[in-house]
């Protein structure tokens, strides 16, 4: 399944929902765009971070105009602005995150599967680690064969910080001590 990934942070109704094609900016629908790409119909819109959307009215807001895309009739006849032609999107499945959902319209809630995730807790930290771990060393590059895990003394300070809650912050922590032991064995 092709996947399409819309930052939701301040994004709004016009980018997400096409350009009109007397624009010189004209472009069409991001589902149109993803179906483009992935070559076939069924492909996952990921809506990340939806509370942070701009609610300016402006260029209209990506809440009001996701309506038109969650609703099977509606998309099943998307009048896409810069194609200025009828487009069938119904095939279309959406995900979206959102670290708060109090500030999401209601019509916009209704026509999601709402799904709640915990925030980690202290206990989760061990189930955690490996995977913050192979994170950092794959954002950096490295081989994952080539470093020792966090030892006893490693995980005890990290835990002594971390008391759950924000993967960032974890992250952060296990960052700082691998840059520790980085520089501690430079000096050996």
């Known amino acids: ?103 999401l319209p209601s019509p916009l809630l209704d026509r999601f599967r709402q799904i709640a995730f915990p925030k980690p807790a202290e206990k989760d930290l061990q189930a955690l680690l490996p995977t913050v771990v192979t994170d950092i060393l794959r954002d950096q590059g490295m081989d994952q064969r080539w470093i020792d895990g966090l030892n006893l003394t490693e995980t005890t300070a990290i835990a002594h910080y971390w008391r759950g809650g924000s993967v960032r912050r974890l992250r952060r922590l296990v960052e700082i001590v691998l840059r520790q032991r980085d520089g501690h064995s430079s000096r050996h």
């Open 1 to 103: 399944m092709g996947m399409w990934r819309t930052d939701s942070t301040g994004a709004d109704g016009a980018a997400f929902s096409g350009t009109d094609r007397r624009w010189a900016t004209a472009q069409a629908c991001h589902p149109l765009l993803a179906i483009a790409r992935a070559g076939h119909a069924n492909v996952l819109i990921l809506l990340d971070e939806l509370d942070k959307a701009a609610i300016s009215r402006d260029h209209g807001r990506l809440f009001d105009c996701l309506l038109g895309f969650l609703e099977i009739d509606s998309a099943r006849q998307y009048p896409d602005p810069a194609l200025q032609t009828t487009v069938d999107l119904r095939h279309v499945c959406y995900v979206a995150t959102a670290n708060y959902i109090d500030n």
